[in-house]
Each structure stands twice: as structure tokens, then as C-alpha cells.
């Protein structure tokens, strides 16, 4: 059987599951990882992923005493907001090439000394431009809960259980972005601490992860395509069924000789896994790579833009990139409005305003993770066992409807006085939305190019954050001259039109991969081949 850009057979003739990627013999492969080490792995991941959610989100709660304090104008302080997205995006795109070519570690430690230098500096701002810089560097740190961490974790899981690894992803970005200021709002009101905390708790918890990663984390990258000879064979795991599926795909793949520091044992006959210090070492050369591995690292960064040529790419990126505009309207709303007439909110009071927004991701992460894994395999039965990735798409046409209302709902609400239920039924069914769309279009897009998670991703963190940052840049101008109201009706509407793009993708999503298939088989071939 062949996988074919997000077409393959996940059923046997008796129900059972094939396996993708197939499985070897290897002790370093995370795939044969006992459960409690994988899951402990993906625990880390996904802690990182909340962590710099979160303190790339509560540094708007600081804003106040900022501008109180110091100064600092609101204008200036979208400024940095703005800044916060492109060095998300943009670091992302920089780091890309560095988990292939000196294994993933790295790039966590980089971005947690990146945090620290940030939320230091935030702690110790005296002007606009310290602002500014400090979310430079808490932009970068998050890099790597944008493409990276995606990366780690299908390096843990097959990828029949994608749809529910990326919903306990969104989930835990969802947890840090709608808590960090939550958090950041008690601390604000603290008599005991004080805005400038925000910054200093950061500095601690990013200390304790440095400490936690260095000696917690292992590698996660292995070399599927150059497995010890007669050793890495493909089985079956006991109950698993026999007829697993081999990746057409790797035909037009050049293959590179490789050395593994898996040995032999000769007396039992067995591998012997990598030491503990082995598993944990800061960097873990590529086999491909030559000397320090500058020249191929520039030619991945370079190759990695060609992803944009890649229609689900464009898709997901704009999906994903939609949720973090109206993040920055809302957002925005809570912090400017609601501290003011008829509500009179205190910072804690406006952090609280992101539970109903949590819940909602919550349930939105439960429905497009756990349930489309359900949902998927009912309709590839359907399909006479053949999946689809489009087939995860249908799921996102009711999305099309919740999130648009949920922020009419709060904007009017915002802009007309309300007070409860209605602004706090806004928000959660927006929070839903959030945690659909992200999950849904970039399951699809690892569905649709599998062997090409990262640079996707990147792809992906370079598209929303972009729309990010041009929507933080405008949101107070649009703000300023219309009313709320008229505000969020024109983003609900384009939020419906966003993500009923959909229903095209669900059309021509196939025939796109089809025609993709030739340039998606050559960037593999240059991705992987002799430097």
C-alpha cells in the first residue's frame, strides 16, 4: 500500500489500525519509547508550549502600570505588541533548520535563555524602547512552541492519534494564553509585588524549565531512513496488524549513509539504546551533517520559503493567523474598556475574564483533537478504509458560525454596556473557535504533507504571526474611528469568510496534493539529500 500526500489506507479488512510511521526495531525510536516515557515527553512539550503562550500574552496586563508609571503610551505599547508577532514568526522561520540538523534540544534551550532575557528586561523597563525589546526576545522564546513542538511530538506518536496530540497542543497553548494574564492580573493588584512581577516570575519558572530540560528532556529525533542494517527491519507490534504500509514517497528520496550510536550486543543479539548522557546531550549531530553545518543550515533556511508554494500551508496559516488577530482585538477590549464605566474592573477582575474564554478552548480542543480522531476513522470506513486528509475539514464548517458570533456577541456587549451572561457567552464560544480552527487546519496540513511537519509549521508561524502583527498594528486606529459594535461585526464577518475557505479546501483539497505531489517529493529529496 502507498501514502500518498495525505491519502492512505488506515483500516484493515478486520477494523484494525496500520501504523504510519512504520515501526522498527530500534531502542532510540521514540516510537518504541515505553508509555510513560512518551507521555512524561510530550508532558514537557506541552509545558513549554503553555509557559510561552503565556508570557507572550501577559505583558498587555503589565501595560497598565506601565502607562501609570512610566508613561508609556497605549500606542506605544501596541507597538511592542506588534513586535511581540514578528518575533514569533520570524524566529521560527530562523530556527527552522536547526532541530534536523543538530537534533531539537537546542533550540528549547535557546528559546528558554531567550525568555529569561526578555522577562528580565521587562521587569526592568524604564522606557517605551526597553518595552519594545523585551517582547523582541519573549517573541523569539515562543518560536518553539510554533513548529518545533508540533515537530516533537509526532517524533512520540502515530500519526492516527494526530488529531488528539494537536488538541492537547492547542489546549496547552490555549491554557497559556488565556492564564498568563489571568496570572498577570493578580500580581498587578498585589500590593505585595506589583507589575514588574510579571516579569520577575517569569525569570523564575523559565530558570526551574532550563534546569528541567537540561536533565528531563531527551532527543527525539531518529533517523527513519537510515536504520542499522538487518536490525531496524519493520515489525508489528503484538495486536497490531501485519499489512503495514510502505511510504511511496521515500522512492525519490535520496538516501544518505548514516552512523548510529546504537549498538550491537553481540552476546545477546540485541540493540543496546543510547546512555542517558547520550539522550540528553545538547546537541545531537544530523548524520548528514558536514564540518559545522553553516552552509547546509543556509540552504534549509532558504529551502524551508518554498513552503509557501504549498496551498495547505496558505490555508492553515491563515486559519491559525485569524485567531491571533481577534486575540489582539479582545484582548484589547478587556484591557482598555472594562477597567472604566458601567464596569469599573479591577486587573484581577479582567484576568478573570479569560475563564470563559479557557472553557471554551477547552471544549474546542476536545472537539477538533479527540473527536476528529473518532470522526476521521468513521469516515474512512466509510471510504472503503481509505483516509483522506480533507476529511478532517468538515468538522470546521460549524466553527464557521460559533466563533463569528461569539465576537459579535462580546463586542456589542463591550460596546452597549452589557454585563452578564451575554459578553462572557461571547467570549467562550470565541475561545472555542480558537481552539478548533488552530487544531483542525493543522492537522489537516500534517495530514496532507506528513513528511514535512516542520517546515509546515514554520510556514504556518510565519503566515499568523504576520497577520498578527498587521492586525495588532491596526487594531487601535480601527478602534478610534468606528465603534466597537460596527468593529466586531466587520471582524465576525471576516472571520466567516476566513473560515469558510474551507469548504473549497474540502473541493480541491485533494487535486491540490495531486499536483503538489512532484514538488512535495523534491523538496524531500533536496530537504534530505548530500549537503
Not at 492580573?185 to 526551574?208: E, K
Not at 476528529?372 to 472503503?384: E, H, I
Request: aromatic content about 14%; overall charge negative; charged content about 15%.
Amino acid at each position: 500500500m502507498e501514502v500518498l500526500n495525505g491519502t492512505e489506507r488506515i483500516s484493515t479488512a478486520n477494523g484494525e489500525i496500520t501504523l504510519i510511521p512504520t515501526p522498527t526495531d530500534s531502542p532510540d525510536d521514540p516510537l518504541n519509547w515505553s508509555t510513560w516515557r512518551r507521555y512524561w515527553h510530550a508532558f514537557l512539550v506541552l509545558l513549554i508550549v503553555a509557559f510561552t503562550a503565556a508570557t507572550s500574552n501577559d505583558a498587555g496586563t503589565a501595560g497598565n502600570g506601565m502607562n501609570v508609571e512610566l508613561g508609556i503610551s497605549w500606542d506605544q505599547i501596541n507597538v511592542a505588541a506588534g513586535v511581540l508577532f514578528v518575533g514569533i514568526g520570524y524566529t521560527t522561520l530562523l530556527l527552522g533548520p536547526a532541530p534536523f540538523l543538530y537534533g531539537r534540544r537546542i533550540s528549547y534551550m535557546i528559546c528558554l535563555l531567550s525568555t529569561i532575557v526578555g522577562s528580565i528586561w521587562l521587569a526592568r523597563v524604564q522606557t517605551s524602547g526597553d518595552n519594545i525589546g523585551s517582547q523582541l526576545f519573549v517573541g523569539a522564546a515562543e518560536s518553539c512552541a510554533e513548529a518545533l513542538a508540533q515537530l516533537s511530538l509526532s517524533d512520540l506518536f502515530f500519526q492516527h492519534r494526530r488529531g488528539l496530540v494537536l488538541g492537547l497542543y492547542v489546549l496547552a497553548t490555549s491554557i497559556g494564553t488565556f492564564t498568563g494574564p489571568l496570572v498577570a492580573g493578580f500580581i498587578v493588584d498585589s500590593q505585595a509585588f506589583g507589575w514588574r512581577w510579571v516579569g520577575w516570575l517569569a525569570v523564575i519558572i523559565s530558570g526551574f524549565l532550563l534546569v528541567l530540560f537540561f536533565f528531563g528532556l531527551e532527543e527525539t529525533s531518529f533517523d527513519r531512513k537510515n536504520p542499522i542494517q538487518g536490525h531496524d527491519a519493520p515489525r508489528t507490534p503484538p495486536g497490531e496488524p501485519t499489512d503495514l504500509p510502505l511510504d511511496g514517497k521515500e522512492k525519490g528520496i535520496a538516501k544518505v549513509q548514516a552512523t548510529s550510536s546504537t549498538v550491537l550486543d553481540e552476546e545477546c543479539g540485541q540493540q543496546k539504546g543510547k546512555t542517558y548522557f547520550q539522550r540528553i546531550a545538547l546537541i545531537t549531530p544530523s548524520p548528514t551533517l558536514v564540518g559545522t553545518g553553516f552552509k547546509q543550515y543556509c540552504r534549509r533556511l532558504l529551502h524551508t520559503l518554498r513552503v509557501f508554494s504549498f496551498p495547505a500551508v496558505l490555508y492553515s496559516g491563515l486559519q491559525w493567523g485569524a485567531q491571533d488577530a481577534w486575540l489582539t482585538f479582545y484582548l484589547t477590549v478587556e484591557e482598555d474598556n472594562w477597567y472604566g464605566a458601567p464596569w469599573f474592573y479591577t486587573d484581577a477582575a479582567v484576568g478573570i475574564m479569560n475563564v470563559p474564554t479557557l472553557i471554551g478552548a477547552l471544549l474546542g480542543c476536545i472537539y477538533g483533537g479527540w473527536f476528529s480522531d473518532f470522526f476521521v476513522l468513521w469516515m474512512a470506513k466509510r471510504n472503503n478504509g481509505i483516509f483522506e486528509a480533507e476529511m478532517r475539514l468538515w468538522l470546521l464548517l460549524p466553527v464557521a458560525f460559533i466563533g463569528p458570533t461569539g465576537l459579535m456577541l462580546f463586542g456589542i456587549g463591550s460596546d452597549k454596556g452589557w454585563n452578564w451572561p451575554w459578553p462572557y457567552v461571547g467570549l467562550g464560544f470565541i475561545g472555542f473557535g480558537w481552539g478548533c480552527a488552530g487544531d483542525l487546519s493543522m492537522a489537516y496540513l500534517m495530514d496532507a504533507y506528513p513528511d514535512m511537519v516542520l517546515e509546515g509549521m514554520v510556514g504556518v508561524s510565519v503566515i499568523n504571526n504576520t497577520i498578527g502583527c498587521i492586525f495588532t498594528f491596526s487594531a487601535g486606529y480601527w478602534m478610534d474611528a468606528q465603534t466597537l459594535a460596527q468593529v466586531f461585526v466587520a471582524i465576525g464577518v471576516l472571520s466567516f469568510f476566513f473560515i469558510m475557505t474551507t469548504i473549497p479546501m474540502i473541493y480541491w483539497g485533494k487535486r491540490c496534493r495531486q499536483l503538489t505531489r512532484k514538488q512535495y517529493e523534491t523538496f524531500l529529496r533536496i530537504r534530505d539529500g548530500p549537503a
